[in-house]
């Protein structure tokens, strides 16, 4: 048997390479379900937030009435 027709033949590598495949793959759709539902979470948040700090900056919170 040629040294190609062995590599080919040989199946010791497989079990793990299977395994890492199918781990990678649950990953992948964990990081998409979690993006999912924890990026609408996020938005509204950070708009929550943009909305305070604008009332704050610009809500006559910085204003001082200056006299002369």
């Known amino acids: 048997m040629t040294v190609s027709r062995r590599i080919w033949a040989d199946?010791?590598?497989q079990?793990?390479?299977?395994?890492?495949?199918?781990v990678a793959?649950?990953?992948t759709l964990a990081l998409?379900?979690?993006r999912e539902f924890?990026?609408?979470?996020?938005?509204r948040m950070t708009s929550s937030l943009?909305?305070?700090m604008e009332r704050?900056?610009?809500g006559n919170l910085h204003h001082f009435p200056l006299r002369r």
């Open 11 to 13: 199946e010791s590598g």
């Open 32 to 34: 998409m379900v979690i």
């Open 56 to 58: 704050g900056f610009f």
């Open 25 to 27: 793959l649950a990953v």
């Open 50 to 52: 943009v909305e305070k």
């Open 38 to 43: 924890i990026k609408p979470v996020l938005e």
């Open 15 to 22: 079990a793990t390479t299977e395994y890492i495949l199918m």
